[in-house]
């Protein structure tokens, strides 16, 4: 498992190292590249840019200059929120996010393995085909047209829940936006797990669990649920990011103070520095996520260990 | 009566004989590949035809009537905008937009991931091991963010909506195409092509494409209905195709800003946005299985 | 002792083209204590005889008649009263071991849990059941062994384990299916060893499903011959050897490869024998004895209806219309 775990490790390196060069390739290429008049940049941030980057200096040397900004934390100032820095400002909207994003994620695994799971178990009844025609159309519909579509069913209509916006962070504020976020994954893990179930249903040391006169249940959680969760947990790394992704749009609907509404904020008003920053932080989260994931399937599959 | 039907049924006698034959008559059977087939023809059809048709066009603002609701008689059949724009014509026309870009997109990616692919099954050896472990370095990036970075960056304008977005999916095509050329690189036939002095790109035309243009369409069309989804996403935002163009990522963003007061805003562009995805979806799946009738449920 | 009974027992597949009845009319008395052998060839039924018995048949599949183990009577029982019979009082054994154990799970925790679940036994005890077992069916460093994964195990001690786990439940009758087919040869001898072994000190009532004679031979008292879906013979092992009475079972034994025979053909030409033709389709078997349309004894009179299993003599029936001595 040890072995497993550093070579996993050892492989996000590489994937950081491609974020961030690419982020700052990307960076080098665009102030004073190919801009037309109009965007202007306010004169003290050119000359902040200008030292931050070291325009004038060698590449490599920037390059390292750059790594060595990021090392300490120091993602520069943002364009448009002059008294902030990027560091400060990503640190106000983080907790709105990681409520919603990890609210979701959980959401998504548990309600999409519970329907995953009850639709396999009555396999081509009418249970199973109601769930997974749900399931497809709830991939196909985009998370940002079930959200207005909700917000105006039970916020507007129904008036069950408020429409938008944060409040205290109180939990009511929170029902909608994760919902909305979660529902496609929902359908995608609901569907996941109900083809993993069911082929492992049919496996033979299933029988043979049966054979030995295990009960329905012990047979379910302790010989079928590892199995048939596995690919589920191999689809939790891109599913987080998928999340975090969907939640830029999310927090936009709703009006949420997160990271993604700075994000769009910052990408209106051409702050360079500000979303070169929240793309670095998804960017290593989403590493991050992947990595715990490929972690916590390690620890699931005992031949993968062994390996 | 019935023995005309009888008599008409497909025996395994009938079918067609090659792979692509024997696929396309599967997905001939299957009721809803051939739904989604018929929709998404209706839709491409509107989306390409109506704009010319309808009375109505897509840019003409008016402001007497801003925000009306369907109405067979006014010929708004969709409504109106906020700008009194006819919804139907704007919707159509940024059918077109979302279509293409989907299209488009995803043919990039193919062109890249296909060859990126092959080149890399084909040579095998380092070279392979060097472009794969490049794929699974980029493959863990968060591209959506990207994209949307050099939207920022470098501007809003459609050629860069395409490659941008293109660029994004090649990935797992490139891992599908190389999977199936190192699966065939090692079959006879290539072999016995090679012995007999046939050159290598006419191999890779007669032998190798064929072969794996199986899994490449069905992931085509899998992708083509992600790429519309990310075009969506990043229209949403504001990002995408500028005015006047529109697409349905934009109306729905429309829409969803004024969904109390004109909630069709939001209805139409939406559903068909969802009614294409999921058919293009169904679609993907049902190729899935016609091209491997081992596979599936 | 009558140990158990089967009556009439019918076994019908739900498949895709419709229902498919794979056993029929089976009848069979197990006395307690005996080997019983049961041959066939692959798609004889012999297999889903014991599934249907136990209910571990496909979901649609419908299961008819009788089998009484003592006064239970097991078709048509309840998933929770056959859950308390399977491994408590009829274990099974399967043909491939390593497709038979969970690839996730020790193979401690597989073994113990027979005994949680059947015996009432906390971890601690059920743990050291497990590894007395394991010991029992000669498994070498078993308590190192036990916190391994199927993988990690050979062929054939992966099979000896499979035959721990199913005497663990203490059952009254052991059915093992295939054991020694997926194993290779020389594995195939311990294994036939170990059962014959249990046979002598546990006295165990035992039905060893094969389509390979010799390993019936050696280990069986009494032998059934199944042919598509009915038994066609049943015999003492020693009576069946030496003189098969139905035509099916004078094939199969006339195409085992003896070397002190030479094999059939123009001039001794050393051929093996074979039975021409093929096992029928479920789907569509002939009128009357199914074996007819490859019978060299067969007539019109064989057409009409499957011939009734019928005493022979002591201990013997056979399904025939036209049986024979050789």
């Not at chain 1, 997974?132 to 579509?149: D, H, Q, R, W």
């Not at chain 2, 920022?152 to 090649?170: K, Q």
């Not at chain 3, 497990?130 to 990690?152: K, Q, S, T, Y």
Request: hydrophobic share 50%; net charge positive.
């Amino acid at each position: 498992m040890f072995r497993y775990a550093v070579a996993r490790l050892l492989g996000a390196i590489p994937t950081l190292f491609a974020l961030v060069t690419i982020a700052f390739f990307l960076v080098r290429l665009a102030p004073g590249g190919p801009f037309d008049d109009e965007r202007q940049l306010p004169p003290e941030i050119e000359a902040n840019l200008q030292r931050a980057y070291n325009l004038d200096a060698p590449l490599t040397s920037q390059y390292l200059r750059y790594l060595g900004d990021l090392a300490r934390g120091d993602l520069g100032p943002s364009f448009k929120y002059k008294d902030y820095s990027v560091a400060e400002l990503i640190a106000t909207g983080l907790p709105a996010t990681l409520r919603i994003g990890l609210s979701a994620l959980v959401v998504a695994v548990l309600a999409g393995v519970f329907c995953g799971a009850v639709a396999a178990l009555r396999r081509n009844g009418w249970v199973d085909r109601v769930v997974m025609t749900l399931a497809m159309t709830g991939i196909a519909i985009p998370n940002f047209v079930v959200a207005p579509a909700l917000t105006l069913l039970l916020g507007v209509y129904l008036r069950l829940l408020p429409v938008g916006g944060w409040g205290d962070g109180a939990f009511r504020f929170l029902i909608l936006p994760v919902v909305a976020l979660a529902l496609p994954k929902i359908a995608y893990v609901a569907r996941l797990t109900r083809g993993s179930l069911a082929e492992v249903l049919g496996s033979p040391y299933i029988r043979t669990a049966r054979a030995k006169g295990l009960r329905g249940t012990t047979i379910l959680v302790r010989h079928a649920a590892r199995a048939a969760l596995l690919p589920v947990v191999s689809y939790l790394g891109p599913t987080a990011a998928a999340l975090l992704t969907g939640s830029v749009v999310i927090e936009q609907i709703f009006g949420i103070p997160g990271l993604g509404r700075y994000f769009v904020q910052g990408a209106l008003n051409r702050d360079y520095t500000l979303v070169l920053g929240i793309v670095l932080f998804y960017g290593t989260l989403i590493i991050l996520l992947n990595l715990l994931a490929d972690l916590a399937y390690g620890w699931l599959d005992p031949r993968v260990r062994y390996d | 009566m019935a023995g005309w039907i009888r008599g008409c049924a497909m025996t395994d006698a009938v079918l067609p004989r090659s792979p692509g034959g024997r696929a396309w008559a599967r997905l001939r059977r299957n009721p809803t590949a051939v739904a989604a087939m018929i929709v998404l023809g209706v839709i491409a059809g509107l989306c390409i035809v109506g704009p010319w048709v309808i009375p109505h066009s897509y840019d003409a603002v008016s402001w007497e009537n801003i925000l009306t609701a369907p109405d067979w008689s006014s010929g708004h059949w969709f409504g109106t905008d906020p700008n009194g724009r006819d919804l139907l014509a704007r919707t159509l026309v940024g059918g077109r937009i979302s279509l293409m870009v989907g299209l488009v997109a995803s043919l990039v990616s193919l062109v890249i991931g296909v060859s990126w692919g092959a080149v890399a099954g084909y040579t095998g050896g380092r070279v392979d091991g060097v472009m794969m472990r490049i794929v699974d370095i980029l493959y863990a990036l968060p591209f959506m963010f990207f994209v949307i970075l050099l939207m920022v960056y470098f501007g809003r304008n459609i050629v860069l909506i395409f490659v941008a977005i293109g660029a994004v999916e090649w990935l797992t095509m490139a891992r599908i195409v190389r999977g199936q050329t190192l699966s065939l690189k090692r079959r006879e036939f290539i072999e016995a092509a090679r012995a007999i002095g046939v050159p290598g790109l006419t191999i890779v035309r007669r032998h190798i494409v064929p072969n794996v243009a199986g899994p490449v369409i069905v992931f085509l069309t899998l992708t083509i209905p992600e790429v519309m989804l990310i075009e969506s996403f990043i229209s949403f935002l504001g990002l995408g195709v500028q005015e006047p163009m529109t697409s349905w990522g934009v109306l729905i963003s429309e829409g969803a800003q004024n969904i109390e007061e004109a909630p069709w805003l939001l209805a139409f562009p939406g559903t068909c946005l969802a009614l294409t995805l999921l058919c293009l979806n169904l679609l993907g799946d049902a190729l899935r299985d016609a091209l491997d009738p081992r596979d599936g449920r | 002792m009558t140990s158990m009974v089967l009556d009439g027992l019918t076994v019908t597949l739900a498949t895709l083209s419709g229902p498919r009845t794979v056993v029929r009319q089976v009848g069979l008395t197990l006395q307690a204590g005996e080997t019983l052998g049961l041959v066939g060839e692959s798609g004889s039924g012999k297999s889903l005889l014991w599934l249907g018995v136990l209910g571990l048949v496909p979901p649609g599949t419908v299961v008819g008649g009788s089998a009484r183990l003592g006064d239970t009577e097991l078709v048509g029982a309840g998933e929770r009263r056959l859950a308390d019979i399977r491994g408590r009082r009829i274990a099974m054994v399967f043909q491939d071991p390593m497709t038979a154990l969970n690839p996730y799970l020790t193979i401690g925790r597989q073994l113990a849990e027979v005994v949680e679940r059947h015996h009432g036994a906390d971890r601690a005890a059920a743990r050291r059941a497990a590894l007395e077992m394991l010991d029992r069916v000669g498994i070498p460093d078993a308590a190192r062994r036990l916190d391994l994964h199927p993988h990690e195990f050979s062929g054939g001690m992966r099979q000896r384990a499979t035959i721990a786990m199913a005497l663990l439940g203490r059952p009254e009758i052991l059915v093992a299916d295939e054991p020694t087919t997926a194993l290779d040869v020389t594995v195939q001898a311990q294994i036939l060893d170990l059962f014959a072994e249990l046979k002598r000190e546990a006295r165990l009532t035992q039905v060893l499903i094969s389509h390979d004679l010799g390993v019936v031979a050696g280990l069986a008292d009494r032998v059934a011959v199944m042919y598509a879906g009915r038994i066609v013979e049943i015999a003492g092992v020693d009576d069946l050897f030496a003189r098969p009475l139905h035509p099916y079972s004078q094939g199969l034994l006339a195409a085992m490869p003896r070397v002190d025979r030479p094999g059939i053909g123009q001039d001794g030409a050393g051929l093996l024998a074979t039975i021409p033709g093929q096992p029928p389709d479920p789907a569509r078997l002939p009128p009357g004895c199914a074996f007819a349309p490859r019978c060299p004894l067969a007539d019109d009179g064989c057409t009409q209806a499957p011939p009734p299993l019928q005493g022979r003599g002591a201990g013997r029936q056979v399904a025939c219309y036209k049986a024979v001595a050789p």
